[in-house]
Structure formats: C-alpha cells, structure tokens
C-alpha cells in the first residue's frame, strides 16, 4: 500500500486560504493519481479533488470548483490543494489517498486504510 500524510490544516477566518500538503511515501508514487478527500463534522466522507498521475488531468467537486486547485510535485513525491475564498462548509478533516480520478465521482480511493488526515477549521 502507498502511505500518505496530510499537513498544512488549521484555523483561518472565513475568506482566507490555507495549502494543504499530501507527502507520499513510496519512490513509485508518480504512477497513482491521488485525491483529496475531505469529513465535515458528523458527516461522511467526500472526495472534493483528484489529479492524475502526470498531474495532466484534474477533478473538482462542484462545492470547490473555482476556488481549491490542485497540483503535484512528482519528483518530491507531494500533492498539494491551494485552498481560497475559504467558508464555513468547507471545515473538517482533509484526507488525501492513491484513487482513480473520474468526472462522476471526482476521486474513488484505490486502497481501505486512511492517514490520520490534516483539520481545516473556518471559522470568524
């Protein structure tokens, strides 16, 4: 399995912006797309972004389209979300995994188990 760490979450006023980082583990790690997914509080989980594994495609859910972009270093094995116009609904914990990226469901997870995930709180 890919092992993945999430960084960069925290508290900012709503209008702000935060950048989250995804770290993955394996040397192997350009060959899988990744998705950020994200868990409001006492809600399911959601995939909000993906990026292929060249970083040529991306997805974005509807709730974050024009505001969150997504992008990756392949060389040093990172995925990032640039998060903007930050507001309120968009508070909880962000994940990111190896997934398959499509229009419909933006990102299905490729593997079961979760990183501890980075919390993005919004709130004045």
């Known amino acids: 399995q890919v092992q993945l760490v999430e960084s960069g979450g925290g508290l900012v006023q709503p209008g702000g912006s935060l950048r989250l980082s995804c770290t993955v583990s394996?040397?192997?790690?350009?060959?899988?797309?990744i998705g950020w997914f994200r868990q409001p509080p006492g809600k399911e989980r959601e995939a909000i972004s993906c990026?292929?594994?060249?970083?040529?495609?991306?997805r974005y859910a509807e709730s974050v389209k024009g505001r969150f972009a997504i992008s990756r270093n392949n060389a040093e094995n990172t995925v990032d979300l640039q998060m903007d116009s930050l507001k309120p609904v968009d508070t909880g914990v962000y994940y990111c995994?190896?997934?398959?990226?499509?229009?419909?469901?933006?990102?299905?997870?490729?593997?079961?188990?979760w990183g501890q995930g980075t919390p993005v709180t919004v709130s004045s």
């Open positions: 394996r040397s192997t790690s350009h060959y899988y797309a």
């Open positions: 995994t190896a997934s398959v990226c499509s229009t419909r469901a933006i990102a299905t997870p490729l593997q079961d188990s």
């Open positions: 990026i292929s594994s060249e970083g040529g495609t991306t």
